[in-house]
């Protein structure tokens, strides 16, 4: 699969298979994060990769929108520093990355974010220092479903404009 193809095809899962993913797509994944562009370069990421019933169902007990994490073979916490204005970007990129390889090894995912209040008990609970930002979870594993690959999404004219804001761009 190119890209592309991988881009298209790609749905948000969070229903998985009681199968556990292996070593190697594991790494695979935390690679494709490793080897994301960070502005400046900083890559002042750091990941914490959960695994096992009673960590995940701790880690679903800390989101009111994540608790299907308890289901997944494996999650990965994505922490940055905020004391980049652009750590959010920094940490897009690098999930996104993640959830792409993924894909091309039949690994589905889903992200979700920990708001305040929930980011400091979250933070307090997973041992991330003060000094850090919890900026995502995506949970991982094999799709319960085969995936139809069916997105629901804007089309270009809505989205896409030529030379100025709001002039229409013929694609
Ligand atoms: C920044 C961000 C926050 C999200 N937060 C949640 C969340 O809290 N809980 C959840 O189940 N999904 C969450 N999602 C998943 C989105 O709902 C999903 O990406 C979107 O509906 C598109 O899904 P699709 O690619 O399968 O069409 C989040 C996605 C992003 C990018």
């Given at each position: 699969m190119g890209v592309l193809e991988i881009i298209k095809t790609r749905i948000e899962i969070r229903e998985f298979e009681k199968k556990s993913v292996g070593m190697s797509a594991k790494k695979k994944i935390l690679e494709a994060g490793r080897l994301a562009p960070s502005g400046r370069n900083l890559q002042h990421w750091h990941y914490i990769l959960i695994e096992g019933d009673e960590e995940l169902e701790r880690l679903a007990s800390l989101s009111p929108t994540g608790?299907?994490?308890?289901?997944?073979s494996f999650a990965i916490v994505t922490t940055t520093d905020?004391?980049?204005?652009f750590n959010e970007i920094d940490a897009g990129r690098s999930i996104t990355q993640m959830q792409l390889v993924g894909w091309e090894n039949g690994v589905g995912s889903r992200l979700y974010t920990i708001k305040k209040p929930d980011q400091e008990r979250a933070k307090l609970a997973l041992g991330i220092?003060?000094?850090?930002?919890?900026t995502a979870v995506v949970g991982f594993g094999y799709p319960v479903k085969k995936a139809t690959g069916k997105k629901e999404r804007k089309g270009m004219r809505e989205i896409v404009s030529y030379?100025?804001?709001?002039?229409p761009m013929e694609i």
């Open positions: 608790g299907w994490v308890r289901e997944a905020p004391k980049y204005d220092p003060e000094e850090y930002h919890l030379n100025k804001f709001g002039t």
